[in-house]
């Protein structure tokens, strides 16, 4: 562990806090939510599910899963003035601005739920049930739709993508979707969740923290990486042109978005069942070339890198073949990961200390002051 006098770029291998929630095993490759395998919970469980473990520490039963599907329904409408405010803003704005600006906004329209504290679940649920609706609420009127509606038969996941299709999403499509919202639900002390932690240690609302969470994000190097993918793939074209293009970036030492990860040693579990799912829904269009190029991909960073894929190969894929734009795809991995921010700013506010690091000064100390009028 660092002492004070070290220096720990990007906090690598920093122990910041203690958390329940999440737990990485870069070695062998393990995901595990409140101690459950990543792998069980993708085959066997529900975004909503998910959801309910990550905010409770345990599994709902069916009549709490039942509560919590028909409290999502009831909290998937906007506010009047807010739908009007996002239909004000510039159309070709990036819906992570959107995304940003309106959930500050919300916290104007519903002070209730922005105490801090054990309260904030109630916050923490209508964040998760109304994500999906702020970006439908931008995309439909940009796309020149009508905008969103509740529709309580729908699964979270199938919502989703009501709210982003200009169609009713097939049950393999929905499938997939809930499956890549459980996959990204929580990562540990990934850069946006920890900036939700440092917001909430200040004692601050859960609507800041989620904010300051969804700015964390946005940037390229956080979120935004499967977006980098599918432009790699155009660029790319066909298969026998991997070698040639993938190579020459690593010869430029050009940096290949989908590989590589500061925890995981080994391939990423969440790139396992992902190009899965990037198989069935290619096999679903008749169309295997996202697939094909990115096995391709893979084998040529392995041999050249020895670097294994993560979550971010894949995804862009599955959500391509479905029409989903690529500037939503950051958007759709934070109406997942909403689940885990606000989980983990309730296990802050329940374990509440100031998160304050220290820097290594590295400047001067013994500057003498020159008046104004003597320097040059």
């Known amino acids: 562990m660092a002492t004070p006098a070290e220096v720990q770029r990007g906090l690598e291998d920093v122990v910041a806090l203690e958390s329940r929630i999440c737990f990485i095993d870069g070695k062998q490759g393990r995901l595990i939510y409140e101690g459950y395998d990543i792998r069980d919970l993708a085959a066997r469980s529900t975004f909503e599910e998910v959801a309910y473990l990550l905010w409770y520490g345990r599994l709902p039963t069916e009549r709490q899963l039942a509560d919590l599907k028909s409290r999502f329904v009831g909290l998937r409408e906007l506010p009047p003035a807010l739908a009007a405010r996002i239909d004000e803003l510039p159309a070709t704005a990036h819906p992570m601005d959107i995304l940003r600006t309106a959930v ?48 309580p038969e729908l699964s979270q996941a199938a919502y989703l993508l009501y709210c982003l299709l200009d169609r009713e999403p097939t049950e393999l499509e929905s499938r997939a979707v809930d499956v890549a919202l459980i996959l990204h639900a929580d990562h540990e002390l990934n850069a946006s969740t920890f900036s939700a932690r440092v917001t909430a240690s200040t004692l601050s609302d859960l609507y800041s923290a989620v904010t300051s969470a969804i700015g964390t994000l946005k940037g390229p190097l956080h979120g935004g990486a499967n977006e980098r993918v599918m432009e790699l793939l155009d660029q790319i074209g066909t298969p026998d042109r991997v070698e040639e293009v993938v190579k020459g970036m690593l ?11 500061r ?28 697939y094909e190029l990115l096995r391709k991909v893979e084998e040529v960073v392995l041999r050249e890198k020895g670097l294994y894929p993560n979550v971010d190969l894949y995804s862009g894929s599955v959500y391509s073949l479905m029409g989903i734009p690529p500037d939503l795809f950051t958007p759709v ?28 000064y590295i400047g001067a100390t013994d500057l003498p002051y020159v008046p104004i009028g003597q320097r040059n």
Not at 120 to 142: D, E, K, W
Not at 274 to 288: A, H, Q, T, V
């Open 104 to 151: 500050s906004s919300l916290a104007l329209f519903e002070p209730e739920e922005t105490r801090p504290g054990e309260s904030s679940i109630g916050g923490a649920q209508r964040l998760t049930a109304v994500l999906p609706t702020i970006l439908g609420q931008f995309h439909r009127r940009r796309t020149g739709r009508a905008p969103p509606t509740a529709r």
């Open 251 to 261: 010869s430029r030492h050009e940096r290949i978005m989908g590989f590589g990860h």
């Open 263 to 290: 925890v995981y040693k080994v391939e990423d579990p969440r790139a396992t069942i992902l190009r899965e799912w990037s198989r069935k829904i290619g096999e679903s269009r008749g169309n295997l070339r996202y």
């Open 333 to 360: 991995f934070a109406s997942s990961r909403v689940a885990g921010w606000t989980a983990h700013v309730l296990e802050e506010y329940r374990d509440l200390r100031l998160i304050r690091p220290t820097a290594r």
